[in-house]
């Protein structure tokens, strides 16, 4: 039973590990590829602050965006470099207006960071495409506000950057879902030259890098922000850890919760050790004292208890291995889907194999039960002989 226990533990921990391991790829692939963030994005240094009150100061410049994008392309680590405007305002179909979001962005860059995340970002009719000047991709919840399909066409306006007022015709290429509830009724994306003729500006409000290796992201962070020190421009930016909220909010949430259920799991192990063990000396006193009449040392009979111990632990941990192999292959099999809190979409139900998480699990998990067993295994050793033979 107590192997039982163990086992159990070890692959509830484990396969919890292995989930959590999977939802910060996913959160990651989502805010790198499929929002868009790339890996760092570039300001100009108070834009933060005070962009939105004074935008058109705190935009790069067509001149400065050249002088970034030469200083980004001389890094071998840069895969790609793109300036991005964001702009709201409002859209109607004529007879319905609402308010809107848009990201204005270069449809072949666009694609690059997308990459192969581009299969889970399905869209109803077309993609942005440089040919088709006018064509945007709207967010579903935002089209069924407008009852709009694609092939039709609206009209999108938003005061420029000097406070004129100024509209656009649009064409909704595609349709998207955005995956959560809060942002569906207003999104759109599209092309950079829209949202520049929108605000009758040729700036940018970002310009977004994108890496070969992500683990890289701090270390080229602070090489790119000394070299665009040097060029002159004065410079803020943010990985996309620090763009994405709810990356950070969810992993917080669950290293929090995987805490929570390693101390159960720790707690559940010491007590059934301790008890097994307790029960052992108990019910080999006599033996006990037998081994002690034939010259064994306390320290050796101490010593074979641990040893039990120990090895309770490792075959708790193998069966654990075994367990979680199991579920992991038959979650694998059937491909489970769940829609979590503030999706409008499902997503799949996977749990990643993590070997250096399970190694040192088992190790934590057979050094425990090894511990637990030392205090049972110190009562057995120091037994009086005479006694201990006698025991009934």
Request: aromatic share 8%; net charge positive; glycine share 8%.
């Given at each position: 039973?107590?192997?039982?226990a163990?086992?159990?533990?070890?692959?509830?921990?484990?396969?919890?590990?292995?989930?959590?391991?999977?939802?910060?790829?996913?959160?990651?692939?989502?805010?790198?590829?499929?929002?868009?963030?790339?890996?760092?994005?570039?300001?100009?240094?108070?834009?933060?602050?005070?962009?939105?009150?004074?935008?058109?100061?705190?935009?790069?410049?067509?001149?400065?965006?050249?002088?970034?994008?030469?200083?980004?392309?001389?890094?071998?680590?840069?895969?790609?470099?793109?300036?991005?405007?964001?702009?709201?305002?409002?859209v109607?179909?004529?007879?319905?207006?609402?308010?809107?979001?848009?990201?204005?962005?270069?449809?072949?860059?666009?694609?690059?960071?997308?990459?192969?995340?581009?299969a889970?970002?399905?869209?109803?009719?077309?993609?942005?495409?440089?040919?088709?000047?006018?064509?945007?991709?709207?967010?579903?919840?935002?089209?069924?506000?407008?009852?709009?399909?694609?092939?039709d066409?609206?009209?999108?306006?938003?005061?420029?950057?000097?406070?004129?007022?100024?509209?656009?015709?649009?064409?909704?290429?595609?349709?998207?879902?955005?995956?959560?509830?809060?942002?569906?009724?207003?999104?759109m994306?599209?092309?950079l030259?829209?949202?520049?003729?929108?605000?009758?500006t040729?700036?940018?409000?970002?310009?977004?890098?994108?890496?070969?290796?992500?683990?890289?992201?701090?270390?080229?962070?602070?090489?790119?922000?000394?070299?665009?020190?040097?060029?002159?421009?004065a410079?803020?930016?943010?990985?996309?850890?620090?763009?994405?909220?709810?990356?950070?909010?969810?992993?917080?949430?669950f290293?929090?919760?995987?805490?929570?259920?390693?101390?159960i799991?720790l707690?559940?192990?010491?007590?059934?050790?301790?008890n097994t063990?307790?029960?052992?000396?108990?019910?080999?006193?006599?033996?006990?004292?037998?081994?002690?009449?034939?010259?064994?040392?306390r320290?050796?009979?101490?010593?074979?208890?641990?040893?039990?111990?120990?090895?309770?632990?490792?075959?708790?941990?193998?069966?654990?291995?075994?367990?979680?192999?199991?579920v992991?292959?038959?979650?694998?099999?059937?491909?489970?889907?769940?829609?979590?809190?503030?999706?409008?979409s499902?997503?799949p139900?996977?749990?990643?194999?993590?070997?250096?998480?399970?190694?040192?699990?088992?190790?934590?998990?057979?050094?425990?039960?090894?511990?637990?067993?030392?205090?049972?295994a110190?009562?057995?050793?120091?037994?009086?002989?005479?006694?201990?033979?006698?025991h009934?």
């Amino acid at each position: 039973m107590t192997i039982l226990a163990i086992s159990i533990g070890f692959a509830a921990i484990s396969l919890f590990r292995g989930y959590m391991d999977y939802t910060y790829w996913g959160l990651r692939q989502s805010a790198i590829r499929g929002e868009g963030l790339a890996h760092l994005t570039i300001f100009k240094k108070g834009w933060r602050e005070k962009g939105n009150i004074n935008p058109d100061k705190y935009m790069f410049s067509e001149e400065e965006i050249r002088i970034c994008m030469e200083v980004l392309n001389s890094n071998r680590h840069v895969l790609l470099s793109t300036p991005q405007l964001d702009i709201s305002g409002i859209v109607t179909n004529g007879r319905i207006s609402t308010i809107f979001i848009a990201q204005g962005v270069i449809p072949e860059d666009v694609k690059v960071i997308e990459g192969s995340w581009r299969a889970f970002r399905p869209i109803k009719g077309n993609r942005l495409d440089k040919k088709r000047l006018s064509g945007v991709e709207m967010a579903k919840g935002l089209a069924k506000i407008l009852d709009m399909e694609p092939g039709d066409y609206s009209v999108i306006m938003s005061p420029t950057l000097q406070g004129h007022m100024n509209a656009l015709d649009i064409e909704v290429a595609g349709l998207y879902d955005t995956g959560t509830e809060a942002t569906n009724d207003k999104y759109m994306r599209i092309p950079l030259t829209i949202a520049r003729s929108l605000y009758d500006t040729g700036k940018a409000d970002r310009i977004v890098v994108l890496l070969d290796d992500c683990e890289k992201t701090d270390t080229l962070k602070k090489i790119i922000q000394k070299k665009l020190y040097e060029a002159g421009l004065a410079t803020e930016i943010r990985s996309w850890d620090e763009l994405s909220n709810f990356y950070s909010e969810v992993k917080e949430l669950f290293d929090l919760i995987f805490l929570f259920l390693f101390i159960i799991v720790l707690t559940i192990v010491i007590m059934s050790v301790v008890n097994t063990m307790g029960m052992a000396v108990i019910e080999r006193t006599r033996e006990i004292g037998t081994l002690r009449a034939l010259g064994m040392k306390r320290k050796a009979v101490g010593n074979l208890f641990a040893i039990e111990g120990g090895l309770i632990g490792l075959f708790g941990c193998v069966f654990g291995i075994a367990l979680n192999l199991l579920v992991w292959i038959v979650i694998r099999y059937i491909q489970p889907t769940y829609v979590p809190p503030g999706n409008s979409s499902p997503v799949p139900l996977m749990v990643n194999l993590v070997p250096q998480a399970m190694g040192i699990y088992a190790f934590v998990l057979i050094m425990l039960s090894l511990f637990a067993a030392v205090f049972p295994a110190r009562r057995a050793a120091g037994q009086n002989v005479v006694n201990a033979l006698g025991h009934v």
